[in-house]
């Protein structure tokens, strides 16, 4: 799962890009900025060996007027292969860091575009990663079951609700780690008496929130369970369907062996299993569809809030 969960009115590729942020994002929140653009590496090299290239006729002529040129000439072939060797640093080097340093400033600017609309998981506080981690558990359980890929669930709306159900989960957190740091900063530092009788009720609405949070993950867990439970059944009928399609291949062999008596009976039970298994995903799939309602007291503000509105800046 991804590091950094994302707004899910971000455009798409925004949001694949802000996924992918968080080493960026962790360095900005050291205080790191990109600044100016640095100087190419490659056009560093280009210009030291076209530099040396062209001092190479003037110090071989200072060479001659001097009278040094017999003791420093095996120099200069030693120059020549040392400005080549740089040439060829430089179209053989592939421009990772400058590339990079790019990459990080697209990032950096992306980043502040849409300060307010990604959560990266390390700003959570304990009890809150606990809590995001309970609902994206949950959310995973029902993308991946097989009732959902099978559309027996209301796929299209899971597709919706459940990103802004974790989008909006670990938004609150966030809020709320942030508010529990700065209250738990200002309790440690010793209270007056008069500022204790203000502190109690300020620590039960932090409480009273993390408790609405804990609701709405305890909400999407019972979910998860009914899907999973659908799931179940969906295997079962699944596995029974396919020993009803060979009966007629064990029909034929206790015929054969005389054992009609004792297996008829249990092969007559298979098709009654069927019919009840068959129920029994019903029963799961509208159960699960009844929980998911709970999720999604407004469905229709959901779907008119799923395009991004904001512009980049």
């Known amino acids: 799962m991804a590091d950094v969960i994302v707004d899910p009115r971000v455009p798409p590729k925004d949001a694949q890009s802000l996924r992918e942020s968080r080493d960026v994002l962790l360095k900005s929140r050291r205080g790191w900025t990109p600044g100016l653009r640095r100087p190419s590496r490659r056009g560093q090299y280009l210009m030291i060996a076209a530099f040396g290239l062209a001092a190479i006729p003037g110090v071989l002529l200072i060479l001659g007027l001097t009278g040094l040129g017999l003791f420093l000439l095996p120099l200069v072939p030693l120059a020549f292969v040392l400005l080549i060797a740089s040439l060829i640093e430089c179209f053989r080097r592939p421009k990772d860091e400058d590339d990079e340093f790019e990459h990080e400033r697209k990032l950096f600017s992306l980043l502040r575009c849409y300060e307010g609309h990604y959560v990266l998981v390390e700003d959570l506080d304990a009890s809150a990663g606990r809590l995001l981690t309970r609902a994206r558990r949950a959310i995973f359980v029902v993308t991946a079951s097989e009732v959902n890929a ?164």
């Open 150 to 313: 099978k559309g027996l669930l209301d796929d299209v709306r899971n597709a919706v609700m459940l990103p802004a159900q974790e989008w909006e989960i670990a938004r609150l957190l966030a809020k709320l780690s942030a508010v529990r740091a700065m209250h738990g900063a200002t309790v440690s530092q010793g209270l007056t008496p008069e500022a204790e009788a203000v502190v109690l009720p300020l620590t039960r609405a932090l409480d009273l929130s993390e408790e609405a949070v804990l609701a709405r993950v305890e909400a999407l867990e019972r979910y998860a369970a009914h899907v999973s439970e659908a799931d179940r059944a969906f295997q079962a009928r699944l596995q029974v369907e396919e020993l009803r399609g060979r009966v007629h291949q064990y029909e034929e062999l206790v015929a054969e062996t005389g054992a009609d008596a004792f297996a008829v009976p249990e092969l007559e039970r298979l098709a009654v299993d069927a019919g009840l298994l068959e129920r029994a995903l019903r029963r799961s799939v509208t159960s699960a569809q009844e929980v998911f309602g709970h999720l999604d007291p407004e469905p229709s503000a959901l779907r008119e809030g799923s395009g991004w509105s904001g512009t980049k800046g």
